[in-house]
């Protein structure tokens, strides 16, 4: 059994939908969701699931080490960031290799990097005149954003679409495809 972290700060659609996915499911299991804030949506769906939590306090957000300790202690294999809104310490990233998976919700190269989080993500996209979004799946590296891209899904966009209409569009991407997505990385590097 693979068993994942999955990292969020937010709502946590992506959690809920990942823990629906994965429920049974005869290699891979969701088995910690790691938060920085008590009051995500995201606590509150791994509670309701009975999935264990791990909510770091400020200082522990930055302490690589401490958060791959617990990882560790808790077998975690793979770590899934859905809307984490913290920077990935560089110990961690180390102690995961190639086991850290990004969802980010527009087509990088484009709209990542820095300041490319949450709404600003959409506004930008809309401002430029894309006609299509849509979501990168990635591994994580000490590179924001730059990790090497592992999937890629896109949407047309209409010129009139608002930020409600862009937001929506994507996410009806993240919950037909990351799953799937998450779970053929998963499947193919432990075959391999
Ligand atoms: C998603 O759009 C994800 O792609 C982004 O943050 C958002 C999180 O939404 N990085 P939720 O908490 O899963 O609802």
């Known amino acids: 059994m693979k068993r994942i972290a999955i990292f969020a700060s937010g709502k946590g659609s992506n959690v809920e ?3 629906r996915y994965f429920k049974n499911h005869p290699l891979i299991g969701i088995a910690l969701v790691v938060s920085n804030n008590a009051q995500a949506g995201a606590v509150q769906i791994a509670t309701k699931n009975h999935v264990d939590v791990l909510l770091l306090a400020p200082h522990q957000v930055n302490d690589g080490v401490f958060i791959s300790q617990s990882l560790k202690a ?4 793979y770590v899934v960031l859905a809307g984490y809104l913290k920077m990935i310490p560089a110990d961690l990233i180390k102690a995961f290799p190639d086991k850290i998976i990004n969802i980010h919700p527009a087509l990088l ?6 300041g490319m989080y949450g709404s600003n993500i959409h506004k930008a996209v809309i401002q430029s005149g894309e006609t299509e979004s849509g979501i990168t799946v990635h591994f994580v590296n000490e590179e924001y954003d730059q990790g090497r891209i592992i999937a890629q899904k896109a949407v047309k966009l209409d010129a009139a679409d608002s930020f409600t209409e862009v937001e929506n ?3 009806l991407l993240e919950m ?4 799937t997505i998450v779970e053929q990385v998963i499947s193919a590097t432990e075959t391999e």
């Open 109 to 114: 190269p484009k709209f990542g990097g820095k």
């Open 17 to 19: 939908n990942l823990i």
């Open 169 to 171: 569009k994507v996410r």
């Open 74 to 77: 808790k077998k975690i294999n």
């Open 176 to 179: 037909e495809w990351f799953p």
